[in-house]
């Protein structure tokens, strides 16, 4: 998990309590092939042809010591979806105050979901990725500032986890490249842990605005026929957008039970308010796992122009505001079952296949294989 | 070739599981902690990061397939390999912890103890020396 040099260097950085600016270097990587199992299917990206390249990533982290208990810490991540370009997701200056609070300055994860923290780190979990479902809010990583405090209660470890920042990182959106702002991002996650068990709450709120070019343009028209409230309902701006999550682990003897429940709400938009949730029940048998996960994902939607007659001249808006907001709904479930054989020290493989139904539109049904190698370095 | 690959792993990894009789934790002489299994596990987590007296304690790890490791781990940890890698992992990639520092041999965490008052470290017992101090040997 770290290069020699780097260990002989803090080995030595010891014994001599010299301050060195040494870098220590790790990383991760997975290589991630997937294929839907008949034509005209499309999951997570996938399509009927064998990919490699869509759900493969790799990461280097480097870390250095700088003395008096700073440290700077680079995590780079090249993502076969982004074409391999190379993006920071981390950059951040940290700063241990004592044992039990840890600050850190710069770009970050937003804790939003038990497995935010590393995301990324497929070797970590059992899955290839976590469930999709669940962990598809459109920004992972903030500018600005956290602190970390951790300490004892009782048998329990526990972590508290604040931040406060913003993101203005480039997303597709409606079939546009955009870049959002989300402005005052703040909130926090708790962690309990104890031996077996890990309980987890998180809360977050933040200015959402996202524009784009329909909606804009929408709005816009809604506007100037008087109608501005509708015009603020449409647009994405200055939107105040409140997150929870709630988890829990268990993990006996090999026997492993995780689950998680998120709820995303932003208000004054089109967007409907969505809730989803999964539930994964895995077991190991020495080097090999398996697990089955099932999952749902619920955006129910609130349609602001239903006050409107129709048959009006103002059907021109209506109707196509009504057609965005329908295309919002959503009712999902899928069950995805994998197995994990961990054939090397710091390498696993990894199979799964996700049986996903999209209940209003079926013609969404999709089956997907995807296989993947991961390590870490 | 994947499968090959593969083979010559699983069988350099299968040959490197050799098994040793007794793994003893070492402090430095001059350290009079008292340490509970339950403490030297914290210790060796992350999670404690302070001897008693509040010094900070430099924990010594032996290198990844070490003998004395992968038996530290499976009855001090309580944990595998893979749990141990995967927890750091964890901790690392999430900027909530700097890796423990790791050593080639038995011989360089023996060094390393007896040089630094504030050190923990565990080897193969019968590579102590009387450099250091035992406080605990694990069967």
Redesign the interface.
């Known amino acids: 998990m770290k290069s020699k040099i780097a260990v002989l260097a803090l080995a030595s950085s010891f014994i001599s309590y010299a301050v060195q600016a040494e870098i220590n270097l790790s990383g991760f990587a997975s290589i991630t092939g997937g294929i839907t199992t008949s034509s005209d299917e499309a999951l997570y990206g996938f399509n009927d042809t064998f990919d490699f390249k869509n759900g493969s990533l790799l990461a280097i982290q480097a870390s250095s010591n700088i003395g008096e208990g700073l440290d700077i810490t680079a995590q780079i991540v090249s993502r076969g979806e982004n074409d391999w370009d190379t993006k920071f997701e981390w950059a951040y200056v940290s700063y241990n105050v004592n044992d039990k609070l840890r600050l850190l300055a710069g770009r970050q994860r937003a804790p939003f979901y038990m497995y935010s923290d590393f995301l990324d780190v497929s070797y970590a979990y059992p899955w290839i990725t976590p469930p999709q479902g669940v962990y598809d809010l459109i920004f992972n990583t903030f500018d600005g500032l956290s602190g970390i405090y951790s300490t004892t209660l009782g048998e329990f470890d526990s972590t508290y986890h604040f931040i406060v920042g913003n993101n203005s990182d480039e997303i597709e959106a409606f079939g546009e490249t955009t870049k959002p702002s989300m402005d005052n991002l703040m909130g926090g996650a708790a962690t309990f842990t104890r031996d077996w068990l890990t309980l987890r709450a998180a809360y977050f709120s933040a200015d959402v605005s996202i524009p784009l070019m329909s909606l804009d343009t929408l709005a816009g028209n809604w506007n100037a026929v008087g109608y501005q409230a509708y015009g603020d309902n449409t647009r994405i701006f200055e939107d105040k957008g409140t997150f929870w999550e709630l988890g829990f682990q268990m993990d006996f003897d090999g026997v492993m039970v995780i689950g998680e429940y998120t709820s995303l709400e932003i208000d004054n938009t089109l967007l409907g308010d969505e809730e989803s949730y999964y539930l994964m029940f895995s077991k190991r048998f020495d080097n090999y796992l398996i697990h089955i996960t099932y999952g749902v994902d619920e955006t129910s939607i609130n349609d602001f122009t239903r006050g409107l007659p129709t048959g009006t001249p103002l059907d021109a808006l209506k109707l196509p505001t009504q057609g965005i907001i329908a295309s919002r709904k959503a009712e999902q479930s899928y069950v995805t079952v994998g197995l994990r054989w961990d054939f090397h020290n710091s390498a696993s493989l990894k199979f799964e296949y996700t049986d996903f139904s999209d209940d209003i539109n079926s013609s969404n049904d999709a089956g997907l294989f995807r296989t993947s190698l991961v390590t870490i370095f | 070739m994947k499968y090959i690959k593969?083979n010559a792993?699983?069988l350099s990894?299968a040959l490197s599981f050799t098994a040793i009789a007794e793994v003893a934790v070492i402090v430095n002489p001059a350290n009079s902690s008292a340490l509970t299994d339950r403490e030297i596990s914290r210790i060796f987590l992350g999670?404690n990061?302070?001897f008693a007296n509040g010094a900070s304690v430099?924990a010594a790890n032996l290198?990844?397939?070490s003998a004395a490791r992968e038996e530290f781990e499976s009855k001090v940890l309580k944990k595998t390999?893979?749990q141990v890698?995967?927890y750091?992992?964890?901790l690392?990639?999430?900027?909530?912890a700097?890796?423990l520092?790791?050593?080639d041999s038995d011989a360089?965490v023996l060094n390393?103890v007896a040089?630094?008052p504030d050190?923990i470290g565990y080897i193969d017992a019968a590579n102590v020396s009387d450099k250091v101090k035992v406080i605990k040997t694990f069967k």
């Open positions: 593969i792993i699983l990894t999670k990061k302070t430099m290198k990844d397939e390999s893979y890698k995967s750091w992992a964890k690392i990639f999430s900027g909530k700097k890796p520092a790791e050593f360089d390393f040089a630094n050190a």
